[in-house]
């Protein structure tokens, strides 16, 4: 098995700075609207309002968290926060979506401290500052609004509760299988050579790949979503689906890395959108009967 060595987050072009608003506005602002709609909708219903609460103050406690840890800026904090108030609400209690989603955040995070010297020393470490707004945006957005039928499920009955879990599990499991093999296969990988080509490149050259990162990621992905079946219910069928659609989408990653990425057609906020869009999209097309 092969994967992706890191993107230089360094190199990120000015003039496709757009596409990181795009990936901002696409998400944050859905995600916002809806979590306040669904807190004024139980707020005031004296048997669900501990739903509300509970999301607010996970949130906050969750983007105080972060920040304080470096691991974000103060923009991504708070996008982070909104995210988390909305997969509280999308599923609140103990059998949340917030399960897989710490399993995310714990797992990129060891990663991306794991062997920092080195990649200090090859120019492609992240900055000291954390993720930003559009990072975070780019890797929990889909997973998030994946999610919002799940409320609906619950709520009104319809039929989106089975292909929601689903597709936001590949998401998040995606972006965690892109993080972990990216940050890993450059310490611990060997020579990365590009998806397209097999030509051996130098280290985080968009779209190259490496055999332990790819193991690597593949085990983070199912890790989370071992993590969310056990939480949300999910069979075991289903999860070996969404298993499917992440590992497919960190491949899609790679590959878009090494063509688009690689001639400035797309920023890296871009293709990690992109990719866990097409594992939750694969996720939900495997599902539907």
């Known amino acids: 098995m092969i994967t992706e060595t890191p993107h230089p987050r360094s190199a990120q072009l000015p003039r496709l700075r757009w596409q990181s608003q795009c990936v901002l506005l696409a998400t944050v602002p ?36 972060v920040f304080a840890m470096r691991a974000a800026t103060l923009g991504a904090a708070i996008t982070g926060g909104i995210f988390t108030c909305a997969l509280c609400l ?7 979506a917030l399960w897989p989603l710490l399993a995310l955040f714990l797992l990129t995070h060891a990663a991306t401290r794991f062997g920092r010297s080195r990649k200090e020393q090859l120019g492609i470490a992240e900055g000291n500052r954390g993720r930003t707004a559009s990072q975070v945006a780019a890797n929990l957005g889909v997973g998030v609004l994946a999610g919002i039928p799940e409320i609906a499920a619950r709520l009104g009955g319809y039929p989106f509760q089975r292909i929601a879990l689903i597709a936001m599990l590949a998401a998040f499991a995606e972006a965690t299988a892109d993080t972990v093999s990216s940050e890993l296969g450059q310490v611990l990988g060997g020579e990365p050579r590009m998806l397209t080509t097999f030509r051996r490149v130098p280290p985080g050259t968009d779209g190259a790949i490496t055999l332990l990162g790819t193991f690597s990621g593949s085990l983070a992905a199912l890790i989370v979503i071992a993590v969310g079946a056990f939480a949300l219910a999910v069979p ?16 899609v990653d790679s590959l878009l890395g090494a063509i688009p990425e690689r001639r400035g057609w797309l920023n890296n906020d871009a293709v990690n959108a992109l990719s866990t869009l097409t594992a939750a999209a694969l996720a939900a097309s495997f599902s539907t009967p």
């Open 236 to 251: 075991r069928t289903d999860a070996l689906l969404a298993l499917a659609a992440a590992v497919i989408g960190l491949f």
């Open 30 to 65: 859905l995600a916002g609207c809806w979590a306040a709609l669904a807190i004024l909708s139980v707020i005031g219903t004296p048997h669900m309002a501990w739903i509300a609460w509970e999301a607010l103050g996970i949130s906050i406690a969750f983007a105080a968290l």
């Open 90 to 96: 999308q599923t609140p209690g103990w059998h949340t």
